[in-house]
């Protein structure tokens, strides 16, 4: 049966008084995560419990030397997952800028933010008692920040996705020392401490748009609608608020009933409000949209396991 339990890590019991905690050299010691949640550090990826954000520096990959953006030293780049309460429940999650800082015009001279046919990249600029150091944030979905913008550390300034990454939805996330020019930035290792330890971050003010809001700056056009319905969906699934989180979901289908993973995340709305039929026909209804989404596939099987009838 599927649980929804959120373990705290060892690694991160200690209360965050402060964004960064600078090292000798000034760089931070240790900087916010940019995901919401209880986390764990894992050295290999099987070993993620399943039961809040992993985070792994497997220097695999695009992990090493030259091999980030704009020839970036991403060696100690992370990657970050969340498969509860289901497989892939990082999809869409709102990703929030670790520190203050301003959103750079380039990525090591490569596209940045806004700028179309990126990898979803973003690179933020900080500084701290005169050191200059930089967060990069790699396969954003619907990027909310401008080249130039200021942010703070609770600006959501995109959500995980899979652009740039293949069919595999997570952030790779990596924090720099050097110069913001071609093959100069180099990644360098920092402690992550939560965001919270329990995920239910009081944003209730801010989830639901109101009906005659505009849901973001391309109001009217149904598609931006339905999305901005769905990303209200994901978050209130996350503070286990899962009768909001339904009516937000059911009015991102009325908009676009084309979203697999729309349905899918109303077949976890409903089966956690025990609603154990109505979530399989939901989960059958994803993959009738796609058959090839394999989440929605294992997630039926499981569903029908627990509490189905054939």
């Known amino acids: 049966m599927i649980r929804r339990t959120f ?16 090292q000798g050299d000034g760089l931070p010691s240790q900087v916010l995560s940019p995901v919401d949640g209880p986390l764990e550090i894992v050295s290999i990826l099987g070993d993620c419990s399943n039961t809040q954000w992993c985070f792994n520096q497997h220097q695999t990959g695009g992990h090493v030397a030259g ?18 309460p289901s497989h892939d429940s990082d999809y869409n999650q709102p990703v929030y800028a670790i520190a203050p ?5 380039t990525f090591g001279e490569c596209k940045n933010a806004d700028d179309p046919g990126s990898y979803g990249q973003v690179l933020i600029e900080h500084e701290d008692q005169g050191t200059r150091w930089w967060s990069g944030y790699l396969h954003l979905g619907n990027i909310q920040v401008s080249k130039g913008q200021n942010v703070t550390q609770d600006t959501v300034i995109g959500y995980v996705s899979h652009i740039g990454a293949g069919n595999v939805n997570h952030l790779h996330f990596a924090v720099y020392t050097g110069e913001n020019s071609r093959g ?12 919270s330890n329990n995920g239910n971050r009081d944003t209730s003010t801010q989830l639901i748009p109101d009906e005659s809001s505009r849901p973001d700056r391309n109001f009217g056009n149904e598609q931006n609608d339905a999305d901005r319905w769905a990303q209200s969906g994901y978050e209130l699934m996350n503070q286990d608020r899962y009768e909001e989180a339904l009516q937000a979901l059911e009015k991102s289908i009325a908009l676009n ?3 697999t993973e729309v349905w899918r995340n109303k077949g976890v709305a409903l089966y956690f409000l025990d609603r ?7 989960t059958e209804k994803a993959i009738e949209v796609d058959p090839s989404n394999t989440n929605a596939v294992n997630q039926r099987d499981q569903f ?5 009838t054939s």
């Not at 373990?7 to 905690?21: D, Q």
């Not at 091999?67 to 509860?84: E, F, H, R």
């Not at 029908?304 to 189905?308: A, E, I, N, S, W």
């Open 101 to 105: 800082g301003i959103v750079t015009q």
């Open 67 to 84: 091999g980030g953006i704009c020839g970036a030293d991403d060696t100690y780049a992370w990657d970050a997952n969340l498969n509860t």
């Open 7 to 22: 373990a705290i890590s060892i690694l991160v019991v200690f209360a965050l008084t402060s964004a960064v905690s600078a």
């Open 257 to 259: 009933p084309g979203n």
């Open 276 to 282: 154990y039929e109505e979530a399989i026909s939901a």
């Open 184 to 195: 100069m930035l180099k990644s360098f290792d920092t402690q992550i401490v939560p965001r």
């Open 304 to 308: 029908v396991r627990d509490h189905g």
